[in-house]
């Protein structure tokens, strides 16, 4: 492979780009080592979204996440929503909206044909590393490291928070054994309310009428809502199918380390993007309170470190089953 990388700016920040023959990415290493870009070069299309306005809306510490930029991918930790820490010796230090990690500035480190981030735990003792490289020119390798400083067992939810690009008819493939969901919010209350359950791909909405999930209404629907896959998902991996672009895009991860997957479709009813949400996460329910309290939720014993991996990897397959540890669609 012919990998490249080199410093370049978004919107006047700085950022890192790693690039094979056929995707290039784009970190920005001081924004909560964001990725800005995610490039299929064989049809010039970024897969990620962007905002319009020609300075970067830079977000604060502990501020309101949807005041930031708010676009591409950012790492959501130890929580998604703000809440208040629940478990000793830190119980009620508040976890800021979205978590701590995609606010702060990370270091950065350049290996031969890897980019290395690390950042370090405002309110709480961990430090998290992950390490970019590709696995071939079309998979894209992210490998990621906590470490617990403390001497006590530390809880978290860690979230990949992927806003993709939408297309009308774009189809959400999931693994073989999903068949139910729970809804988190749902802004016309086609999926009810918080908690509620629905059978998936097809279900009843909210006014008996029969529907189908995993096929993306045109933007003209205004609607919006987010829900999990009912428990743990049975193999890791999500895939998104492009019917224009005639492209797959595949996330993948190990199950046994992050068991949960959030999607939220954004038909043109917030802010007026026409995207999804791809979240794989560590814990459910968006809240580390939560997901305690359902008894789906991560935690790392004291001074010890686990590690879990996400490849990104686009495709002109048309059919496939399975995808394996290394990215690679069967």
């Known amino acids: ?51 319009s306005n020609k300075k970067y809306r830079l977000g604060i510490y502990d501020g309101d996440y949807l005041k930031s930029e708010c676009s591409g991918f950012d790492e959501m930790f130890p929580s998604i929503n703000k809440c208040y820490y629940d478990a000793y010796p830190w119980s009620g230090i508040k976890i800021p909206d979205h978590g701590e990690v995609w606010s702060l500035n990370w270091d950065l480190k350049l290996e031969k044909s890897k980019i ?9 003792p961990y430090k998290i590393k992950k390490i970019i490289y590709f696995l071939q020119d079309n998979i894209l390798r992210i490998e990621y490291e906590l470490v617990n400083t403390s001497n006590f067992n530390f809880y978290f939810l860690w979230s990949a928070h992927f806003m993709f690009v939408s297309e009308e008819g774009l189809e959400i493939i999931l693994p073989q054994g999903v068949n139910k969901i729970v809804s988190v919010f749902s802004h016309s209350s086609r999926l009810g309310n918080y908690g509620d359950e629905f059978s998936w791909p097809k279900f009843q909405n909210n006014k008996g009428k029969d529907e189908t999930l995993n096929i993306i209404r ?42 949960y997957l959030a999607i939220l479709p954004n038909e043109g009813g917030w802010d007026n993007f026409y995207n999804i949400f791809i979240e794989p996460c560590t814990s459910s329910f968006d809240r580390l309170d939560v997901a305690k309290l359902r008894g789906e939720c991560s935690c790392i014993p004291a001074k010890s470190k686990t590690q879990w991996y996400l490849n990104l990897t686009v495709s002109d397959l048309e059919n496939f089953k399975s995808i394996n540890d290394h990215g690679i669609l069967i």
Not at 2 to 29: G, H, R, T
Not at 116 to 124: C, E
């Open 218 to 259: 045109p933007k003209s629907t205004r609607d919006y809502g987010k829900y999990y896959i009912k428990g743990k998902i049975p193999e890791g991996w999500c895939v998104l199918k492009y019917p224009k672009s005639n492209i797959l895009l595949a996330l993948s991860f190990p199950e046994e380390k992050v068991p």
């Open 1 to 51: 492979m012919n990998i490249k990388i080199y410093e370049s700016d978004y919107k006047n920040q700085k950022a890192i780009n790693i690039e094979s023959n056929l995707i290039k990415v784009q970190f920005l290493p001081e924004i909560g080592s964001k990725m800005s870009n995610f490039i299929y070069k064989p049809l010039d299309l970024d897969l990620l979204i962007h905002r």
């Open 116 to 124: 290395i981030m690390d950042v370090n735990g405002v309110r709480f």
